[in-house]
């Protein structure tokens, strides 16, 4: 076995394949390693070579070799060596850990606010993490029994995936803020404080939990490769077993950080306008159509269509398009530029009224206007004192509406959440049917034997566990070395217990804060997020693409819970049963973060009982600060969130479609309904991927197994709400990076394009956090930046100078 695993070792070997991570990367056709060696202009024959021209053809050979597989990453771009001697517990782990958890929790839940939601970067923890660490161990005394403690040796790789692994579990927005924020805009207030610290707590461990009991599925085998880890993994081992190399990309990452750092100024706060320049908007300035088609500067302004975006922190948030794999990129160009045509025909063919109310809208209008326009929708005047739907009181007010393009999202969104289940099926059965073993009649008859619930004596011993796990060709060389040298397995009921004791306190919370959802809907909603997380949490992990399951969710609670709204909030089901925003969505997301993050440790060879501990810590500290500054951001900037509009600073995009809609679904989404259509939708999904994979078993031409029906339908509704002048800008850079520089240049590829990315996240996120406090009202007072031509009144234009839509407006 060493020398299998020597084989896989390649020290000098930092590559990032160019075809991208995709559900088919094993089937990309590319050229051979032996092709690329021929284009070099010093290839010869080894026969007139002396040894040192052979080692250098050699190396040169494997920096432009091309990377196909998910197993050609993990052999040659991470390094398949581990040192079991490297020591992560210090008191350097420990306080930067928990202060970049801090940092990243608040940050995150200040970007959960903005008009585009946007990503704390994991690279950028990553980044700074390590030049903290190498500070305090330049500092710190070594010396002594206080050096023993606080400066035991050098810092380390291990030490340093430990801090940015619970950095990165507490930079999530816990979703629990989200449904809190709801309840006091629209529906009446907070419950208890208490009960709300709890329900946020519980519900960002249940999603823990189930990731590490779906680990055989989701992180062990080669082909999880969870993209999204490559810059940190590549990052974490250069910085640590390349010193030299380290400090050239450090002074690499220095510059292009104060760089960003500066020029962020100007777009954030000096020169707005820098966010979305449209060359249409400044030719024609009162023309509605261009606004629509051309304008996305601000908030749920326009599609953005050919709009020039400046602003780093719109560019990358959906993810930094310098590592989103090629082929999720291109999917999700396709599904752009479909969502462009699809919303541009369903408002000016005035479908479902479109025009009678704004282009861009998640809140709801009511069926009279007031002269001009329709109204937003007064929810208080439908609920009783139990905040349940009166029916008379409805009758009086009469059934919402939506606008056009929202419902266009809802539709493509439903159609992609089953296009999921097929797609996964027919492509990837074999990377997920491991999570059904469960089901067999034997693992079913050992669930009612006593003996299954003896975990004291049930533990298999390393050395049986290294049997079975060798023998299986299809996990991952990296956790086949971990377990060679004896790391202690975290025991399965650890992951177990996470899960029993967060759903018990969550049952209580919900219980205590009156939100009229049943405890069967609740267990019910649990026990679902599994399927969820196999299938889901699957396609992320190949594909590095993260569906989401939210509006489907909420449009299907109100057929189990009708007229409940807060029930709704707390229980969505899925695929006509049940689960649950806080519970089951929430879990989803968090589980799928969780589940990447346990895959880099893996890589990193972290043991898995520190990685457990890390975890758990982000989690808990992630949730209590995410909660105190969605307190703060709510009690100042109440009417900014409730606007339709916002600002281009704060907006209410990411609660406003938690509606009471939802809520009386059979009168709005059911056959004869006005918006059917949205329901149908969950049924088309089931078909659309069939005839692709019938193409491609019959002709076997690599366009139709390309092509992945779940990423390019939900790119199909993306531009229904927020900042969109930054999408085009996004896909140019990541195609520049993903297919040009990748091919042509894949030296200067794997040397700077993570760390760029990580600089590029760095410099902006930490302005952002700056200039929250400091002039965008984070602390309670805002001080806005003088009108100038850089800077526009956006009561008479957008800040692309677009013509401001009345009816967004209004």
Not at 376 to 381: E, F, P
Not at 495 to 523: E, H, K, N, Q, R
Not at 554 to 569: D, E, I, S
């Amino acid at each position: 076995m060493t020398s299998e695993i020597e084989s896989g070792v390649r020290e000098n070997s930092r590559i990032t394949p160019p075809n991208g991570i995709g559900v088919h990367a094993e089937d990309t056709k590319a050229r051979s390693s032996s092709e690329s060696i021929r284009e070099l202009p010093s290839y010869q024959s080894s026969d007139s070579l002396s040894l040192e021209e052979r080692t250098t053809r050699d190396y040169v050979a494997e920096e432009h070799k091309i990377v196909e597989t998910a197993e050609d990453i993990v052999h040659q771009v991470l390094s398949v060596e581990d040192d079991h001697t490297l020591n992560p517990w210090t008191f350097r782990m420990l306080s930067l850990g928990l202060g970049l958890s801090i940092f990243a929790s608040v940050l995150q839940e200040i970007f959960y606010f903005k008009p585009q939601t946007i990503f704390v970067s994991s690279v950028f923890l990553c980044v700074i993490a390590y030049v903290l660490g190498e500070t305090m161990a330049k500092i710190l005394p070594s010396k002594g029994v206080i050096g023993s403690y606080l400066n035991p040796h050098p810092f380390n790789m291990k030490e340093h995936a430990a801090i940015t692994l619970m950095a990165s579990a507490a930079g999530q927005a816990a979703l629990s803020t989200e449904v809190l924020a709801a309840q006091e805009l629209w529906y009446g207030g907070y419950p208890s404080k208490t009960l709300g610290v709890f329900i946020t707590l519980s519900s960002q461990l249940i999603g823990y939990g189930i990731a590490g009991l779906l680990r055989e599925v989701l992180v062990y085998p080669t082909r999880m490769l969870w993209p999204s880890n490559l810059p940190v993994s590549t990052l974490l081992e250069s910085l640590h077993k390349d010193k030299i190399g380290a400090r050239q990309k450090m002074k690499f990452f220095y510059i292009m950080f104060i760089a960003i750092f500066v020029w962020e100024l100007f777009p954030e706060y000096l020169f707005p306008v820098l966010e979305g320049v449209s060359i249409f908007c400044l030719a024609n300035q009162k023309n509605i159509v261009f606004t629509n088609l051309f304008g996305g500067a601000s908030g749920n302004e326009g599609l953005g269509f050919l709009s020039l975006c400046f602003d780093w922190q719109y560019i990358a948030s959906l993810g930094s398009p310098l590592w989103l794999p090629l082929e999720t990129l291109a999917n999700a160009f396709v599904g752009y530029i479909g969502c462009i045509a699809l919303f541009i025909g369903l408002y000016y063919g005035n479908l479902w009224r479109a025009q009678d109310f704004p282009f861009l809208a998640q809140v709801l209008f009511t069926g009279e206007s007031n002269g001009t326009f329709y109204d937003v929708y007064n929810q208080s005047l439908i609920l009783n004192s139990k905040m349940e739907i009166d029916p008379a009181l409805l009758d009086a007010q009469g059934l919402p509406h939506f606008s056009a393009t929202y419902i266009g999202f809802l539709i493509t969104s439903n159609m992609g959440f089953t296009a999921t289940f097929i797609h996964m099926l027919l492509w990837n059965f074999d990377d997920i049917k491991a999570g059904w073993t469960w089901a067999k009649l034997s693992n079913l008859r050992k669930m009612f034997e006593l003996r299954t619930y003896k975990f004291w004596q049930n533990q298999e011993s390393p050395e049986d566990r290294l049997a079975r796990k060798e023998a299986d060709p299809s996990l991952d060389p990296h956790y086949k070395l971990m377990l060679r040298n004896l790391y202690p397995e975290t025991p399965l009921w650890w992951w177990g217990a996470v899960v029993v004791i967060s759903w018990a306190v969550g049952l209580g919370c919900l219980y205590g804060m009156d939100s009229t959802l049943p405890w069967w809907g609740f267990l019910l909603s649990t026990a679902l997020t599994f399927i969820f997380v196999l299938f889901f949490g699957a396609q992320m992990g190949i594909t590095g693409f993260g569906f989401n399951l939210q509006p489907m969710c909420q449009m299907l609670a109100g057929y189990m819970f009708k007229g409940r709204p807060l029930a709704n909030m707390v229980t969505l089901p899925p695929s006509m049963l049940i689960t649950s925003l806080c519970f089951s969505y929430n879990a989803l997301m968090q589980a799928q973060v969780l589940a990447s993050d346990l895959k880099l440790a893996q890589f990193m060879h972290l043991a898995p009982k520190t990685t457990f501990f890390c975890q758990i810590c982000g989690c808990l500290v992630g949730a209590l600060f995410n909660y105190v500054m969605m307190i703060s951001i709510v009690d100042n900037q109440a009417p900014i969130l409730k606007s339709i509009q916002g600002s281009n600073i704060w907006s209410g995009q990411s609660v406003q479609h938690l509606a009471i809609a939802w809520s009386m679904p059979a009168e709005l989404f059911s056959i004869g309904g006005k918006y059917e259509w949205v329901t149908i939708s969950l049924l088309v999904g089931v078909i659309v991927p069939i005839p692709f994979w019938l193409a491609y078993r019959y002709t076997k031409r690599p366009f139709f197994k390309y092509m992945n029906l779940s990423i390019i339908l939900w790119y199909m509704g993306l531009l229904c709400v927020g900042i969109n002048a930054s999408i085009t800008m996004s896909f140019i850079i990541g195609f520049f990076s993903q297919w040009y520089l990748r091919r042509r240049y894949p030296e200067l590829f794997v040397k700077y394009n993570y760390t760029a990315s990580a600089a590029l996240d760095g410099g902006t996120q930490v302005l952002v956090f700056i200039l929250t406090f400091a002039v965008f009202g984070g602390n309670g007072k805002s001080r806005p930046f003088p009108t100038w031509a850089g800077n526009p009144d956006t009561t008479k234009h957008n800040l692309d100078y677009c013509m401001v839509n009345p009816a967004t407006s209004s």
